[in-house]
């Protein structure tokens, strides 16, 4: 049986994780966005409203949603109450973006919850002008299955945007807002203040907004917002924030000032001053969620925290010569990296190995990254939205000159090529360790941790 994008034929069951793949690949792609959350609504309504059937924290922004999700999970867990987590894009595995008690379906519960929604998508597909999206057949599969479980607390982030974006017709109990820059344009808007009115709406009436730190014209989007709908607003900087950090091996001490209190020298195994950052966000959050004026109960706070984990965001999956990876995608994101690297690493050379979708701000991108890298190898994850390696290349030695850029395709090459750079010492200014840095999407970063065999 064969589906296309645009003409899905009807009802199909699948046997096995690589069909539940094909089937879901097959529709649209979940880069490309039409502002209509008709069919959703339609979807989940077939399915009896499941996301209604548990409390939600919904989370926008455009940089750290995954990371911050990830902590206000663990701390939910760490309170006793079942969760569930729908992230995305995934970084190797589909069946990542859906979680229940912070684990992944396995590929047999991933094939279930396809096939528990699989005999409606034909029936909104029938009705609309355009068939169901890959995205949004996969947000109404983790909606089902959490309302399945049943879980307690949904942390539920968006694709992309807001109001739009196909979880939306989750209302949120609690909505954060991380950081809010420049990316989607094409979709969202020019100017980050453009960008912050689409995702305010997940702001919804009665809830509660936690807000990251912003630039003061996207603080006053968001406010005007949650002013308008009557949401209370919990501001870092103001009503929470980081009081102090300080990196650590293997990670950062950081105190913290929460909603409801002051938590002391908590350990952090994540690097960098937008993680501690996202430990705010997601505390707030928490204590947003569970209500009430006494803080949580500080060794469980700590628990919580020393568990964090984030894949694919300033990890280290390799030694010798040392790898990691990091996720950042735009230049936004590529500034904090930058900064986290500086504060808590010494690698000298670090080469990086660099690939880019193509409606990304590449140019920005390898800007902020210049300062710290020897050496750039630009290379592409097996996506046709990535960005040709040779033009990338080209913007490259725009910035970088020509003899600190090499170009070489195949990703798996292009890592054995900066292992030989780092471990040479190339463009070495003291004395120091060679590492290689892997970095420029999630796509190229999940790609390289399937190469290298994850975490070792």
């Not at 008709?38 to 989940?44: Q, W």
């Not at 569930?84 to 519960?109: K, Q």
């Not at 701000?361 to 040779?390: F, I």
């Amino acid at each position: 049986m064969s589906q296309t994008p645009d003409a899905p034929d009807g009802p199909r069951f699948a046997r096995t994780f690589d069909e539940v793949e094909d089937a879901l690949l097959s529709r649209w792609p979940e880069t490309r966005l039409e502002p209509s959350l008709d069919r959703i609504r339609a979807f989940v309504d077939l399915l009896g409203d499941p996301q209604h059937s548990y409390p939600v924290i919904h989370l926008t922004g455009t940089n750290g949603k995954t990371s911050t999700s990830r902590m206000i999970d663990t701390l939910l867990r760490a309170l006793d109450l079942r969760t569930g987590r729908f992230t995305s894009p995934h970084v190797e595995r589909m069946s990542e973006r859906i979680s229940i008690d912070g684990e992944p379906l396995s590929d047999e519960d991933f094939v279930r919850a396809f096939n528990d929604v699989a005999a409606y998508t034909h029936l909104v597909d029938a009705a609309s002008e355009h068939p169901l999206s890959f995205f949004e057949v996969v947000v109404a599969m983790a909606f089902a299955a959490f309302s399945d479980a049943p879980v307690e607390a949904a942390v539920v982030e968006v694709g992309m945007g807001g109001s739009w974006d196909a979880t939306n017709v989750a209302d949120g109990a609690v909505a954060v807002v991380t950081p809010i820059a420049l990316d989607h344009a094409r979709y969202l808007g020019g100017t980050p203040a453009e960008i912050a009115v689409e995702k305010a709406g997940i702001i919804k009436p009665g809830s509660t907004v936690v807000i990251a730190e912003q630039q003061p014209d996207v603080a006053v989007v968001l406010l005007e917002r949650a002013t308008a709908v009557g949401a209370k607003v919990a501001r870092e900087g103001m009503e929470f924030g980081v009081l102090h950090r300080v990196p650590a091996v293997g990670g950062q001490l950081v105190t913290l000032q929460g909603l409801r209190g002051r938590y002391e020298e908590l350990f952090l195994p994540l690097h960098g001053a937008h993680q501690a950052q996202n430990a705010a966000v997601a505390l707030a959050a928490v204590e947003a969620f569970i209500g009430g004026e006494e803080p949580l109960a500080d060794d469980v706070v700590r628990r919580a925290f020393a568990e964090v984990t984030s894949p694919g965001r300033l990890e280290v999956v390799r030694r010798s010569p040392t790898i990691v990876l990091d996720a950042a995608h735009n230049p936004h994101g590529a500034e904090a990296l930058g900064a986290a690297l500086e504060d808590s690493f010494a690698f000298d050379p670090l080469i990086g190995v660099v690939g880019v979708m193509g409606d990304k701000d590449a140019e920005g991108l390898l800007a902020a990254l210049e300062p710290r890298l020897a050496h750039v190898v630009c290379t592409r994850a097996s996506t046709d939205r990535a960005t040709d390696p040779e033009a990338l290349g080209e913007i490259a030695r725009e910035i970088f000159g020509e003899d600190r850029v090499s170009v070489v395709p195949r990703l798996a090459d292009a890592l054995d090529v900066a292992a030989g750079l780092a471990e040479s010492g190339e463009g070495r200014s003291s004395v120091g360790t060679g590492a290689v840095l892997v970095t420029g999407s999630v796509i190229t970063v999940g790609e390289a941790r399937t190469l290298l065999g994850g975490p070792k």
